[in-house]
């Protein structure tokens, strides 16, 4: 079975060698978790290895998140120029200056068919290998009855053109779900991303909920965030129950 390497350190250990080729990804976790830079460390380690990458930006201007990942070290300059990497750009709606100089634009960012249009444009002429929509919430935030028919059409769309995808989802703080009715049922894969107050201290950890197609750890793994992104620790975290609001 071919993986999709996602060069986080220590992340692969954990999936026992990578993501199986063509998942989709479900990302969750609260505010400040790191799940946009996990993301982003996901396609700039894919452009490094020669697969090209797409992100799918509902949440935040493209050029702020041109900004965030240079701060990272993961400047995409380079690639966007050469046709290996775009930002599919359902924020702004084509509204400012920067926004006209976007090559990919949905002009209404709550179509959703006008989103998945084109995204399949975008992932055709990139020859895209690795998606990251950042954040699937944002499509059904209004609407959370289609939460799950909404990863479905994305997935089919996805794995159907052969990219191996994170889709993040936000779920709040005290939330034990994954962020939308049924959309873990949808995904290949669920990836938890948490932040705990543990002895007076906030301590960052993930855990691998399912990932079709591999065996994984089933330990809850803590990580921290760097000026060169998230590296994964081999050893397992133990939350006390109270902190999980059991």
């Not at 969750?28 to 700039?44: D, E, N, R, V």
């Not at 900004?67 to 359902?90: L, N």
């Not at 855990?207 to 994984?216: E, N, S």
């Amino acid at each position: 079975m071919e993986r999709v390497i996602t060069g986080i350190p220590g992340f692969d250990d954990i999936l026992h060698g990578g993501i199986p080729k063509r998942n989709v990804v479900l990302l969750a976790g609260g505010p400040g978790t790191g799940k946009s830079i996990f993301g982003y460390q996901y396609l700039y380690n894919g452009l490094k290895r020669g697969e090209h990458g797409i992100l799918v930006a509902l949440e935040e201007h493209p050029v702020q998140i041109r900004i965030s990942m240079s701060q990272f070290g993961w400047d995409v300059s380079e690639y966007e120029a050469g046709g290996e990497f775009a930002i599919v750009d359902a924020f702004t709606a084509g509204i400012g200056e920067a926004a006209k100089r976007e090559r990919y634009v949905v002009r209404a960012p709550d179509d959703f068919q006008a989103l998945v249009d084109v995204l399949r444009t975008a992932i055709r002429e990139i020859r895209a290998e690795r998606v990251v929509v950042d954040s699937v919430t944002t499509l059904y935030i209004t609407k959370p009855v289609l939460a799950r028919s909404m990863v479905l059409q994305l997935k089919k769309v996805l794995s159907g053109m052969g990219c191996t995808s994170i889709l993040i989802s936000q779920v709040s703080v005290t939330e034990r779900g994954f962020g939308g009715p049924g959309v873990e049922h949808a995904a290949d894969g669920i990836v938890r991303l948490d932040l705990d107050e543990i002895r007076g201290e906030l301590r960052r950890s993930l855990i691998v909920w399912k990932m079709r197609g591999t065996a994984h750890s089933m330990r809850r793994h803590p990580f921290e965030i760097t000026d060169k992104g998230i590296t994964v620790k081999k050893e397992s975290m133990e939350v006390p129950r109270e902190v999980r609001g059991e």
